[in-house]
């Protein structure tokens, strides 16, 4: 009877992802044999689903009644019980969903297929009121007096606060769900055997001076954790630097603004409820409690409650929980704790924040695939004198400092955690380690061209292994259509100063994109971006590369840091280009065979409290929210035939990610002149996309070299949404799907006096007229492509298509 019930033509709309689901179940079934002959055992195995739109539902209470045993459900709501009592009812239960009972016959196996109904109101604990809704009065008192009730806004404000950060690697597949696990590492209640579960992968105790919203760090102990777990912490979790203010509009963490319970415009997001007074203590005033849940799951908007105090409306304590279906990658249990402590009859201070939260992904810990989490747990205490009260246990968990440093050691040699952080090093660096050689950049293994065919490289470089001070490297690459080898080498050596200061050379005989520029330092602070062709634009345009063109560099340069936001650059180039059909040189119709130029080029690059560090000789910088910004000055001087020109270029950049409450806005302002003649590959070549693709601080309908200009201004936005749309849409807004919108400017001029050097191809063109496009897009799709649609408004000439769709990878959270 049972495998029959399994089935039944099910009622959902998702017939075939229904059929997968109960053909996983008889597997599981198959392959873990259940004790059919225990007549007194019950067994219980099924899924879980949203009444409403037929989702499956994570992180579920699955128990039987009046008892200890439970479980919770997986990421697709599957679970797995079985009890040799007399229990025979079956609870399912959770925050936002309303309680459901089944009977089971006991000693028998059973499927079953809960479908919860969404309940937006909470049971217990709420004042019901006739008339209006008395938690919005208070809430429109409390929005009034949020910012004299911030202390980081107050003139004066110093404090010192200690944060200890703890993650651990959860290795839990039977016994103990990982969410049962997680709640006991955070309130500090393992037992010995489940402590077993967890690895130690990265601690680390800092200490701050607070002045305001301002933060100066201190001093830093990370105690036993490897570099590469420091580097995995700094660019992958630099989101954990959370700002936790919840009297602003929106806590930031991990890229995302999640609306504040406390936000201006919370009524939209936010259902309110009262409860009665609790204990005031010694407070001034009579404490009141305000429960409040997201209207929708799928906005970033917590479910939690917050106490005040009566009298100066300021926050008492505030605990909140992101809801397991919001629009956010990756993350779960995300859960926020703070305490405020009476600083005098006018002010409460934060004394302590916790925040906890996992990161899950699938990883192969032994023979079975086992689904791994990261826990991540920050305690912070703040005082107001030179010292702080710590507990014992490190971040308010279960360990000491003495007993998470012998498990991270113990830990470090194994298999998977060399694994592990061979894999992290190779996506952060994009350079995968092979002993004393490293491999890379990746992305220049292959490409694709029109004039190569298939061109396959061996790109490699020396690290730290061998050399602490010194890197030599380069590669090799061999075009099967064209058969010709092209090749790079050189080297960096770090001199032995107390501020980094490195000296390079390198000689390179290749082809390169057309428009390549190569003061364009911006966009080469990404690893996985050079501005050639590579791998990833021969996957994601769907075409061979086909403009491009022979060069021979020669490289001498001079890196050095100032101080912790101030580093530059000095470079020395001697290079030859050569033209082909994509590159015409001409003067007067008659063909020139080359361009020498000799340039020496000074750039300097401001940052504001940016977390960046060092891959052997390489710099890689974490992601920041405030400014960055390059200054660049190059004289140069120009051999063309019989004739010698010199000319100097000024330029400027500004970029940003700025967070808004709805999602985040990514901008770049580039501006520059050129004085003296050039000849125009010299001159600024606005950076095309071609022939389609998506590029952030791109012209992505703008074909290569179609306009050059010697006074330029470009200006690039980029808007990416939580979800506005998407996350009201039935079913729709299971996918987590997120919006993006692009509005890109270029103007400028071109003088005729570059003329003289050489002939303007007729495809190039002047800027007098702004370049304009627009475009809409999807990301998040399947966590990991996007997809947009660009219209090109102005300039438009040649039958050229104004319209594109091109694809692309975004990670994020």
Same mark, same amino acid.
């Given at each position: 009877m049972f495998i029959r019930q399994l089935f039944k033509t099910p009622t959902t709309p998702f017939r075939t992802k229904r059929y997968s689901h109960i053909f996983g179940i008889v597997l599981f079934c198959l392959l873990f044999p259940l004790p059919l002959s225990a007549q007194d055992e019950t067994t219980v195995v099924g899924q879980v689903f949203d009444l409403a739109d037929r989702s499956p539902i994570p992180n579920i209470n699955v128990y039987f009644k009046q008892t200890a045993i439970g479980t919770v459900t997986d990421d697709n709501g599957f679970f797995f019980l079985r009890t040799t009592g007399r229990e025979t009812t079956l609870v399912f239960s959770s925050i936002g969903y309303k309680k459901q009972e089944v009977k089971l016959k006991q000693g028998k196996i059973a499927q079953v297929e809960i479908f919860l109904k969404e309940e937006n109101t909470w049971l217990e604990d709420v004042l019901i009121l006739p008339g209006t809704n008395p938690a919005l009065d208070w809430m429109k008192k409390i929005r009034l007096m949020r910012k004299q009730n911030d202390l980081t806004a107050v003139h004066g404000y110093r404090a010192n606060s200690t944060e200890q950060d703890l993650i651990l690697l959860s290795k839990s597949t039977q016994g103990t769900p990982n969410k #049962?696990? @997680?709640? #006991? /590492?955070? !309130?500090?209640? =393992?037992?010995?055997?489940?402590?077993?579960l967890l690895v130690p992968l990265y601690m680390a105790e800092?200490?701050? #001076?607070i002045a305001g919203k301002q933060k100066t760090e201190i001093t830093r102990n990370t105690f036993s954790s490897s570099d590469e777990s420091l580097q995995f912490v700094t660019s992958l979790l630099d989101g954990v630097n959370a700002e936790l203010n919840f009297y602003e509009n929106a806590v930031k963490i991990f890229d995302k603004n999640i609306i504040s319970p406390l936000s201006s415009v919370g009524n939209s997001y936010y259902n309110y409820y009262l409860v009665d007074s609790v204990g005031t203590g010694a407070d001034i005033g009579k404490q009141y409690r305000i429960n409040f849940r997201t209207k929708n799951p799928k906005n970033l908007a917590f479910d939690g409650h917050f106490l005040f105090d009566s009298l100066s409306l300021a926050l %008492?304590?505030?605990?909140?929980?992101?809801?397991?279906? &919001?629009?956010?990658n990756y993350i779960n249990n995300l859960r926020i704790k703070q305490r405020f402590g009476r600083l005098n009859d006018h002010y409460r201070m934060k004394e302590t924040e916790e925040i906890s939260l996992t990161m899950h992904y699938d990883m192969p810990i032994d023979s079975l695939r086992r689904r791994s989490e990261l826990l991540i747990k920050r305690s912070t205490f703040i005082d107001r004198h030179d010292t702080t009260n710590l507990s014992e246990n490190f971040? #308010?968990?279960a360990y000491s400092v003495q007993t998470l440093e012998a498990k991270m050691k113990a830990f470090d040699n194994t298999p998977i955690m060399r694994t592990a952080k061979w894999l992290a090093d190779a996506a952060l660096t994009s350079y995968a380690r092979v002993g004393v050689i490293d491999v890379g950049r990746l992305q220049n293994i292959a490409r694709l061209t029109d004039l190569e065919g298939l061109r396959i490289n061996l790109p490699v470089r020396t690290n730290e292994r061998l050399w602490k001070s010194l890197s030599i490297g380069g590669y090799i690459g061999y075009g099967l259509r064209n058969r010709e080898i092209k090749y790079s080498f050189g080297g960096q050596y770090r001199f032995p100063f107390a501020k980094r200061f490195i000296a390079g050379a390198s000689y390179t005989d290749d082809y390169r994109r057309i428009d390549y520029n190569y003061n364009r330092f911006p966009m080469r602070e990404d690893p996985w971006l050079m501005g050639d062709e590579d791998i990833t634009n021969t996957i994601f345009s769907f075409h061979s590369a086909g403009k491009i063109n022979r060069r021979k560099e020669w490289l001498f340069s001079i890196q050095k840091d100032w101080n912790n936001n101030i580093e530059s650059g000095l470079y020395y180039r001697i290079n030859t280009l050569y033209p082909n059909e994509h590159l015409p040189f001409k003067l007067h119709g008659t063909d020139i065979s080359s361009v020498r !130029? !000799?340039?020496? %080029?000074?750039? %300097?690059? /401001?940052? @504001?409290? !940016?977390?960046?560090?060092?891959?052997?000789?390489?710099?890689? @910088? &974490?992601?920041?929210y405030k400014p960055v910004c390059y200054l660049t000055a190059e004289g140069a001087s120009v051999s063309l035939e019989q004739q010698r020109v010199y000319y100097g270029k000024l330029s400027g950049v500004v970029m940003q990610r700025v967070r808004l409450d709805i999602g985040q806005w990514n901008y770049m302002v580039e501006a520059g002149l050129i004085l003296g003649k050039a000849p125009y590959p010299l001159l600024d070549i606005s950076s095309g996309k071609e022939p389609s693709g998506i590029g952030i601080f791109h012209f992505n309908k703008m074909r290569y070299l179609e306009f050059a200009s010697d006074n330029y201004l470009h200006l690039y936005n980029e808007f990416l949404f939580n979800g506005m749309l998407f996350n009201h849409l039935p079913y729709i807004k299971t =996918?987590?799907?997120?919006?993006?919108?692009? @509005?890109n400017i270029a103007y400028g001029s071109l003088s005729d006096r570059h003329r003289s050097l050489m002939d303007y191809p007729a495809f190039m063109h002047d800027l007098r007229t702004p370049y304009i496009e627009v475009g809409i897009g999807i990301t998040n799709i399947l966590r990991l492509f996007s997809a947009q649609v660009t219209y090109r408004l102005t300039n438009l000439r040649d039958n050229l298509t104004p319209y594109s769709i091109a694809f692309g990878i975004r990670l994020g959270f």
């Open positions: #049962q696990l @997680f709640d #006991q /590492f955070r !309130q500090g209640t =393992l037992s010995e055997n489940d402590s077993l800092k200490s701050y #001076q %008492t304590s505030i605990e909140v929980e992101l809801p397991p279906k &919001a629009n956010i971040a #308010q968990s !130029q !000799q340039s020496f %080029t000074f750039s %300097t690059r /401001f940052s @504001f409290g !940016q977390e960046r560090y060092d891959d052997h000789l390489n710099r890689i @910088f &974490a992601k920041s =996918l987590n799907l997120r919006e993006m919108l692009i @509005f």
